[in-house]
């Protein structure tokens, strides 16, 4: 059932808010119109109608990028939409635009040491998906003043993915940086990993980084789409993996892609240059034998609008980088995939963002959470995204499946994780 809502003004911003937030709209400016329809409806407007209406700050305007932003946009944690309230009181249209949008990333701001986007620039980082929470809120409230609205919710959903930064720890490194390693070890009195690589190389024992069956094996028990992520980018002090002509590596990728989704990580050498992100997809490409179309920014690297904008001119139809390096917060206010609204462009893009919940990394070395407080986050997420009707999506790294190096006694997290997320229960 379609629902149309009337304001003065009409915007691709708008429509784009409300299509997130209610489905299938129509919006209009002919009050005419709007008074003879005879179904759900809704006034969106700057004064209180005397039908159901929601607050207009008049803040959604195309072609706007200024530094204004919607009033009130620090308090959205606490915007809450109450059934019977004929007139909600908040622009729940403009806070939604505001996340999706990555508006605040468009502004001038403090870059962390690799040039991101910190969560501390927010002045808008929720710690719930407070998109998902309107959508479910918005849609009760229709349904109190319309009891004749039908509507259904998405089911709570998990999914897994990996990022390989390092495909393994010593296997098919070539002679030259193999040699480099033994020395560094032996400089630096790390016997440990000195005998560990030796007993890999020399002895036949199983890389540490080899955790790819363990990880397909728990993805299928608990029924969890399974994408892997791969580094291809030329060497340099970000992006260390092994060169994409080894033949290790690209029997393993060939083997990932004949068991789950294989998507390209594009090295921080890529994040300028086009033509470098070309070539890496290709590189995978040539490897599996397949279209390249989903993608996650190695060091969660983005700036908006041109990372987006090169992953499109490459082909890459799927994003999985929304998120926080530093914190478990929802980047975009959701956590199901959305369509990127480009700023630039005021348009609905064809790319598809699927923000993620929770990533090793953020909870063991930002947050410095030990495993039992890490499981106790991610319970919370999956609660709060559960009782959204959003969607759980896991990033972790092949190296904190093993039992290894900066991960030793840590890889037991990984299938108490991959259990609690897999279920609404």
């Known amino acids: ?64 990028r200024s530094a204004v932003y919607p009033a009130g946009i620090e308090r959205i944690e606490h915007c809450a939409i109450a059934k019977q309230d004929a007139h909600i009181p908040f622009d729940v249209f403009a806070y939604s635009f505001f996340l999706l949008s990555r508006y605040e990333e468009y502004q001038d701001f403090q870059a962390d040491y690799v040039g991101r986007f910190d969560v501390s620039n927010s002045v808008a980082a929720p710690l719930t998906p407070v998109v998902d929470r309107w959508r479910v809120e918005l849609m009760t409230w229709l349904k109190h003043h319309f009891p004749a609205f039908h509507f259904s919710l998405p ?20 002679v030259k940086r193999t040699l480099g390693g ?75 892609a004949s068991k789950a989704t294989v998507g390209i990580h594009p090295g921080v050498g890529s994040h300028t240059s086009t033509e470098q992100l070309s ?39 799927h994003d999985y980088s929304m998120g926080y390096s530093g914190d478990t917060r929802f ?52 609660k709060t995204i559960v009782d959204h009707h959003g969607h759980f999506c896991l990033l972790w790294h092949n190296e904190s499946v093993a039992d290894f190096g900066q991960w030793k006694n840590w890889s037991s997290i990984f299938p108490e994780v991959l259990k609690l997320i897999s279920t609404a229960d």
């Open 1 to 64: 059932m379609s629902i149309l809502i009337f304001t003065p003004t009409l915007s691709n911003r708008l429509q784009y808010a409300a299509s997130v937030l209610l489905g299938e709209v129509e919006i209009t400016n002919n009050r005419e119109q709007f008074d003879a329809f005879a179904g759900v409806k809704v006034c969106y407007a700057t004064v209180r109608a005397a039908e159901p209406s929601i607050l207009c700050s008049g803040w959604i305007k195309d072609g706007e």
């Open 155 to 174: 089911s709570y959903s998990a999914s897994l993915t990996i990022d390989v930064d390092s495909a393994f720890a010593f296997r098919h490194k070539g």
């Open 182 to 256: 033994e020395a560094k070890d032996l400089v630096r009195g790390d016997l440990k990993n000195f005998f560990a690589r030796n007993k890999t190389l020399l002895f036949g024992k199983k890389d540490p980084f080899d955790t790819y069956d363990t990880i397909e094996q728990l993805a299928l028990e608990h029924q969890l789409p399974l994408t892997f992520f791969f580094l291809l980018g030329d060497f340099n002090a970000y992006d260390i993996n092994l060169p994409h002509t080894s033949e290790g590596l690209r029997r393993l990728i060939r083997k990932s």
């Open 279 to 317: 070539t890496e997809i290709d590189r995978l490409k040539s490897i599996t034998g397949d279209r390249v179309i989903h993608s996650r920014q190695h060091y969660l690297k983005l700036h908006f609008p041109t990372t987006y904008s090169r992953l499109i001119a490459c082909g890459i139809q």
């Open 331 to 382: 980047r975009a206010g959701t956590s199901r995939p959305f369509l990127w609204y480009d700023l630039e462009k005021d348009q609905v893009s064809q790319l598809t963002v699927h923000p993620f919940a929770a990533m090793d990394a953020t909870l063991k070395n930002y947050l410095r959470f030990n495993k039992h407080e890490s499981i106790e986050r991610i319970a919370q997420l999956k």
